[in-house]
């Protein structure tokens, strides 16, 4: 176990009222936000996200890390930044965030290679069409802040959401598998380089891989449909 095999892989439903943790509206107040206590560098990355997107106004936050990189929603399109030593790169995401707002559970998985090159990304199963906002130059910065999801305190980049896991490789996972896990495959299903998971039972659960410990402030525990599977051995 795993199985690197996709056609031994099968389906479990969480079902309803699988928990996960709730954000602005669906927590506490605008400054939720979790540190999820992890902060290794690593130029190849990939990243696993499970959430419940609510009704967007500016951009806001997913998750992001100080110097390293970030996930946004806009009323445009989603964003996706690495940060590089002259000019930071910022992909854009289609189709528009509207598209995704207030339309249930979603998962998104996204790859990128450390250069400047564009990342790759799935929503659901589907390629999403990813154009350049901001032409990356210079080096790949690195970063010893850790991963937040939600809010930075700094700043009004709040908004109604509710995550059920976040995951990150310290490798470009295969498109085939990243496509895959973008289903909602459990991220425990490629455990090759994978170096967090946490599946956010509720916003005090720890990484399921290497232990890291978050910090909430202001999350609260929230119902969250999803679809969730596993790896036949």
Same mark, same amino acid.
């Given at each position: ?14 079902? %309803? ?8 509206? =669906?927590? $506490?107040?605008?400054?939720?936000? *979790?540190?999820?206590?992890? @902060? ?6 990939? #990243? ?10 500016? @951009? ?21 930044? %690495? ?27 996204? *790859?990128?290679?450390?250069? $400047? ?8 199963? @589907? ?7 901001? !032409? !990356? ?17 700094? =700043?009004? =980049?709040?908004? @109604? ?5 976040? !995951? *990150? ?9 990243? =496509? ?9 299903? #490629? ?9 956010? #039972? ?6 399921? *891989?290497?232990?890291?410990?978050? $910090? ?5 525990? %929230?119902?969250?449909? %999803? ?7």
């Amino acid at each position: 176990f795993p199985s690197h095999d996709i056609s031994k892989w099968a389906l479990w439903h969480g079902g %309803r009222n699988v928990m996960g943790a709730g954000f602005n509206g =669906q927590g $506490t107040g605008a400054s939720d936000n *979790i540190n999820i206590g992890y @902060t290794a560098h690593s130029a190849a990355r990939s #990243w696993w996200l499970s959430a419940s997107p609510g009704t967007v106004s500016g @951009t806001v936050r997913f998750f992001f890390k100080d110097g390293g990189e970030g996930f946004y929603f806009g009323t445009g399109p989603m964003l996706f930044r %690495r940060d590089f030593s002259t000019t930071n790169g910022i992909w854009n995401f289609n189709p528009a965030s509207s598209s995704f707002s207030n339309s249930g559970s979603r998962t998104i998985m996204i *790859i990128h290679d450390g250069t $400047t090159t564009a990342p790759k990304a799935w929503m659901d199963g @589907t390629a999403l069409t990813v154009t350049v906002s901001a !032409a !990356a130059s210079g080096t790949l910065l690195s970063s010893s802040s850790a991963f937040i999801l939600g809010n930075r305190a700094a =700043q009004s =980049q709040a908004f @109604t959401w509710v995550c059920s896991g976040l !995951a *990150i490789w310290n490798e470009v996972v295969p498109d085939n598998i990243a =496509q895959s896990l973008s289903l909602g495959y459990s991220p425990l299903v #490629w455990r090759r380089n994978l170096a967090y998971f946490n599946p956010l #039972w509720n916003p005090a659960t720890r990484d399921v *891989i290497g232990g890291a410990t978050p $910090t909430n402030t202001g999350a609260l525990d %929230r119902p969250h449909n %999803r679809l969730f599977l596993a790896a036949l051995s």
